[in-house]
């Protein structure tokens, strides 16, 4: 069955460095646009950073352009966040997700990124 695992949240303090991790299985990886979602406590869930299938398209929110960086290893169907300059705005529940159209839309199950001193 299709399964996202992310991994790589923790504890860090304010202007630190976090790089997540999610490992993709059960479907075609290399046909899927992967995305970073976040969601904080009390706010909705926002769209951080994408990537296109084969990794030639990348976009990222206004709030992490410039600290962010996704990224993308076809061959072990893995989907990276590297996080430079971390804030405490930063903290949130981090979600891998893989989309090709309406139908085929999945996700992960999310892992704690806490930013404070």
């Known amino acids: 069955q299709v399964q996202l695992v992310e991994s790589g949240g923790g504890l860090v303090q304010p202007g630190g460095s976090l790089r997540l991790s999610c490992a993709a299985s059960g479907f075609t990886f290399s046909l899927y646009f992967m995305n970073w979602y976040r969601q904080a406590p009390g706010k909705e869930r926002e769209l951080v950073a994408g990537?296109?299938?084969?990794?030639?398209?990348?976009s990222y929110a206004n709030a992490v352009k410039g600290r962010f960086t996704i990224s993308r290893d076809n061959a072990k169907t893995t989907v990276y966040l590297q996080m430079h300059s971390l804030k405490s705005d930063d903290t949130a529940v981090y979600y891998c997700?893989?989309?090709?159209?309406?139908?085929?839309?999945?996700w992960g199950q999310g892992t704690q990124v806490t930013v404070s001193s």
């Open positions: 990537i296109s299938s084969i990794g030639d398209y990348t």
């Open positions: 997700n893989a989309w090709r159209d309406s139908q085929y839309d999945y």
